[in-house]
T-cell receptor, first 112, second 110 residues
Framework: EAQVTQNPRYLITVTGKKLTVTCSQN?????MSWYRQDPGLGLRQIYYSMNVEVTDKGDVPEGYKVSRKEKRNFPLILESPSPNQTSLYFC???????????FGEGSRLTVL | SQQGEEDPQALSIQEGENATMNCSYK?????LQWYRQNSGRGLVHLILIRSNEREKHSGRLRVTLDTSKKSSSLLITASRAADTASYFCATDAAGNQFYFGTGTSLTVIP
């Protein structure tokens, strides 16, 4: 089954404790991206990747890092989480940078 | 920002009625897409319309695109309770980013 898998789905952590949200897709997609969703703000793009070893900043990259060492994986790293990073995070992938996006089920992160 | 805006923010209709929601965006696009999100879940792709298309249909969905006004509309005909969800438009600019609107929350009352 074609899917994008994110883990963890739910996480409560404390300020400053590094965490990684993993994202994996099984569709051989070139394009992968991360979004955060906050009430009243819609989805905002954090980072995206056109292919292996190619990553670029989206609209809200501050406080986040990503890597794309393999085509299927695109982890989101919060080196020193802060409360303003409390949000619902989505990973998505697509064949191209203009095609249909396939979303994961989301990761709800709370930073205390 | 390229981010689009949906209108209305919230819409409540009776089952069987049609639902129309609109999306406006700011810069030139290649494609415009509509997505659906059930509460707290991942977004699901509904339909994609290219910048050189004016109208597209998929089942009970009808999408129009007016690039001169930088706007699009999504019509859901004969709505069902299961259509209750949030609907988002997404655009791609000249770069490699996708920009999502703030969404329309649709409630279909049985």
């Amino acid at each position: 089954e074609a899917q994008v898998t994110q883990n963890p789905r739910y996480l409560i952590t404390v300020t400053g404790k590094k965490l990684t949200v993993t994202c994996s897709q099984n569709m051989n997609h070139e394009y992968m991206s991360w979004y955060r969703q906050d009430p009243g703000l819609g989805l905002r793009q954090i980072y995206y990747s056109m292919n292996v070893e190619v990553t670029d900043k989206g609209d809200v990259p501050e406080g986040y890092k990503v890597s794309r060492k393999e085509k299927r994986n695109f982890p989101l790293i919060l080196e020193s989480p802060s409360p303003n990073q409390t949000s619902l995070y989505f990973c998505a992938s697509s064949i191209t940078n203009t095609g249909e996006l396939f979303f994961g089920e989301g990761s709800r992160l709370t930073v205390l | 920002s390229q981010q689009g805006e949906e209108d209305p923010q919230a819409l409540s209709i009776q089952e069987g009625e049609n639902a129309t929601m609109n999306c406006s965006y700011k810069t030139s696009i290649n494609n415009l897409q509509w997505y659906r999100q059930n509460s707290g879940r991942g977004l699901v792709h509904l339909i994609l319309i290219r910048s050189n298309e004016r109208e597209k249909h998929s089942g009970r969905l009808r999408v129009t695109l007016d690039t001169s006004k930088k706007s699009s509309s999504l019509l859901i005909t004969a709505s069902r309770a299961a259509d209750t969800a949030s609907y988002f438009c997404a655009t791609d600019a000249a770069g490699n980013q996708f920009y999502f609107g703030t969404g329309t929350s649709l409630t279909v009352i049985p």
